[in-house]
T-cell receptor, first 112, second 112 residues
Framework: NAGVTQTPKFRILKIGQSMTLQCTQDMNHNYMYWYRQDPGMGLKLIYYSVGAGITDKGEVPNGYNVSRSTTEDFPLRLELAAPSQTSVYFC???????????FGSGTRLTVV | DAKTTQPTSMDCAEGRAANLPCNHSTISGNEYVYWYRQIHSQGPQYIIHGLKNNETNEMASLIITEDRKSSTLILPHATLRDTAVYYCIVRVTSGNTGKLIFGQGTTLQVKP
C-alpha cells in the first residue's frame, strides 16, 4: 500500500515549456486534490475531483488543467510554464468527503 | 481565504502538553474544524477533525468551545518530532462537496 505517489520529485522547466505532474493513489479513494505551496505560505487548492470523469476548479486554477479518467490517477498539466508557477505541488486523496486527506510527498517545480 | 486565526508561532517544552489555539468566529453550524500538520517540507499530515463535540485519537485531542467560535488542539506529551507547522482549517462547503482551504498555520517549536 503505497498511498499517494507523486512524480517527479523535482523538475526545472524553462518559461513556455509544458509538463504533466503525475499523481496516483492505491487506496480506492474517490476524492483527489491538487494544491500548491509557495515558500513560507499555506497550501492553495488548484483543482479537485470527486470521482472519475468529474473535476472542478479550486482557488488558483489559472494556468493548469486536470483530468480524471480513472479512480487511481489525477494528473496536473501545466501549459506554457511561467515563473509564477514555481512552487511545491502536493496531491492528496480522501475516501469520503469528511475523512482526512492523505497527501503525497510533493513535486518541487522551478520555472526559469 | 481561510476563516481561521492562529498564532504565528509557539514554543513548548518536550514532555509537556502543547495547546494550540484557533479562532473561527464566523463558522457555520455544519462546518467542521480540521487540524493538519506539516513537518519540514513534507506533505501535510491529517491529525483530527470535529464538528461540535470534543474528539480524541491516538495523536491528539480537539476541544471545541460550546459556541464553536474557537478550538484547541492538544498534543498531550509533545516530543521533538512534533515540531511542525500546524494548520487549523474550517471545511468550506461549496456546491456538492467541501474543500479544505489552508491558512498560514502555527509553527510549533518543541524544545528539549
Amino acid at each position: 500500500n503505497a498511498g499517494v505517489t507523486q512524480t517527479p520529485k523535482f523538475r526545472i522547466l524553462k518559461i513556455g515549456q509544458s509538463m504533466t505532474l503525475q499523481c496516483t493513489q492505491d487506496m480506492n479513494h474517490n476524492y483527489m486534490y491538487w494544491y500548491r505551496q509557495d515558500p513560507g505560505m499555506g497550501l492553495k487548492l488548484i483543482y479537485y475531483s470527486v470521482g472519475a470523469g468529474i473535476t472542478d476548479k479550486g482557488e488558483v486554477p489559472n494556468g493548469y488543467n486536470v483530468s480524471r479518467s480513472t479512480t487511481e490517477d489525477f494528473p496536473l498539466r501545466l501549459e506554457l510554464a511561467a515563473p509564477s508557477q514555481t512552487s511545491v505541488y502536493f496531491c492528496a486523496s480522501s475516501y469520503r468527503e469528511l475523512y482526512g486527506y492523505t497527501f503525497g510527498s510533493g513535486t518541487r517545480l522551478t520555472v526559469v | 481565504d481561510a476563516k481561521t486565526t492562529q498564532p504565528t508561532s509557539m514554543d513548548c517544552a518536550e514532555g509537556r502538553a502543547a495547546n494550540l489555539p484557533c479562532n473561527h468566529s464566523t463558522i457555520s453550524g455544519n462546518e467542521y474544524v480540521y487540524w493538519y500538520r506539516q513537518i519540514h517540507s513534507q506533505g501535510p499530515q491529517y491529525i483530527i477533525h470535529g464538528l461540535k463535540n470534543n474528539e480524541t485519537n491516538e495523536m491528539a485531542s480537539l476541544i471545541i468551545t460550546e459556541d464553536r467560535k474557537s478550538s484547541t488542539l492538544i498534543l498531550p506529551h509533545a516530543t521533538l518530532r512534533d515540531t511542525a507547522v500546524y494548520y487549523c482549517i474550517v471545511r468550506v462547503t461549496s456546491g456538492n462537496t467541501g474543500k479544505l482551504i489552508f491558512g498560514q498555520g502555527t509553527t510549533l517549536q518543541v524544545k528539549p
